[in-house]
């Protein structure tokens, strides 16, 4: 055996030590807690950079809603709550491509395109930080280039710890995630070197979705309408019949009402005037309760009930209501109900749920287009004059299922899926702009948290003219109305995302099959 062969031998017989990094993301929303990690180990042999040419459907120009955004629910498309982070996803990315380099670093700007996040600032309701934690032992191990690096373009905090406990990791994360999340991990002892991303957001809707103080009602004088949502308590929580029947669902109730029918233009002045003169004079002549001759001093003459009466229902007309602020839009093959939460930091995050009617959120979530996404979103309609039609009532009618749920992502695989597969393979990772040793990905975990909560989503042409009003004492004479209405239930599997409205940017994505049970008398 030549001497060569002995030096190969000896180097074959070292134990490979393990060198891992670890990419830990969190992410909260009124309770949202969301972990990535990413283990990247040493390898002795050497890395290949052979370049292909691949195609890259997937690549991100900008930073709005992409086909890479719904990329995750159409992988892991199975039936079940689902969530994950796109933007948590792409810093992931974006962090990793700094670190690496050749044909490990190109599949990974492949998908990462164009991207460039807006920099979010943190604020009491909002965290975005970044951390390199090192070891003592390993510090000169890793590059100082691609430290001032994370300094530089992400703002991260440069941790140096003997890793022999995990307190000061668990104490960084707790800090950006306003203490909700403590004691992150057991032992870090074996780990060299932990890049962490802490994403958090506590954030509540610019109004509850129902108040729990105030009363909504609404009615029109003279109109067989009206509308009612009494405040919300904790036993008042409404039972919404969820997919077939399959649960009832806790939920919460919203309405609003939009009155476009001119009914004096429609039907004419005169014309009422006369029908109701007719009707109270009948009624005044007519057998009444004992009770009703009592008051009959009080009663008024024709002339002056019949003014008030056209005065009263001369109002109304263009009336615009809702009992919390929200936008929807429905056509036959889905509904769609967007709420804002409060700005913070000049960030305004928008919450979107769409529901499939004509077939079921797995097949609609296959075939699921961006754009066609996106143009939901540009159709959405908010509680004002010109959303509605003329010549009706709309009524919008609704309940919106609580959901609380955490989902562990595939990501690993998923990236593969995507044409990421150098950087996870030993012979052929490229991440030498981050460590001086030879190194690859050997898993990628993302785990996201989510709570959903109050504090924190047929045309009528027919005119009826009738009814007589004749309860108790008084009188009134009631018109029948044409009625739309709108059933904004997501009473069926539905789709979901949280969104910064002003740039696009995709938060969430998540999928609910099972919201929260509702229980009756819950305290």
Known sequence: MNNSQNIQNEINLKPKKKSKILLILIVLLVVIIGVVTIIIKKDSKKVKTTSKKVEVPYSLKG???????????????????SVYSPISIKYALRMLEEGASGNTKKQISDIIGTYSSKEYQDSKNMSFANGLFIKDTYKNNIKKTYIDTLKNKYNADVIYDSFKTPDVLNNWV?????????????DISEEDYILANALAIDMEWVNKIQSEYDIYSIQYKHRNFSEYISPLRASDYSPLEFD????KAKAVQIGAVANKYDIVKTL?????????KKEYQKWLKGNRE?????????ELDVDTYVNNYMKEINTGYNDISSSTDFMFYTDDKVKVFAKDLRKYNDTTLQYIGIMPTSQSLKEYIKNIKADE?????SNLKPIESNSFKDGVLTHITGYIPMFNFEYQLSLKNDLNK?????????????????????????????????EFSNDGIKAAAAITVGGLGAGDCGFDYIYDVP??????????PFLFLIRDKETGEVWFVGSVYEPIKYVEYEE
Not at 423 to 447: G, P, R
């Open 63 to 81: 930073n709005g809603l992409q086909t890479f955004d719904l990329y995750f629910s159409q992988l892991e498309n199975n039936e079940k709550n």
């Open 174 to 186: 707790s800090k950006k995630t306003f203490d909700l999340v403590k004691n992150m991990t057991d």
């Open 244 to 247: 077939n029947n399959k649960l």
């Open 268 to 276: 004419g002045e005169e014309k009422i005037r006369n029908t109701v």
């Open 290 to 298: 004992e009770s009703c001759y009592e008051n009959i001093e009080d």
């Open 373 to 377: 996404i996106n143009q939901l979103i």
């Open 418 to 450: 995507l044409k990421i597969t150098d950087v996870f393979d030993s012979q052929k990772a490229d991440l030498s702009n981050l460590t001086n040793k030879k190194a690859y990905i050997d898993s990628v975990e993302h785990k996201t948290n989510i």
């Open 483 to 492: 009625i739309e209405k709108i059933d904004l239930s997501f009473n069926k």
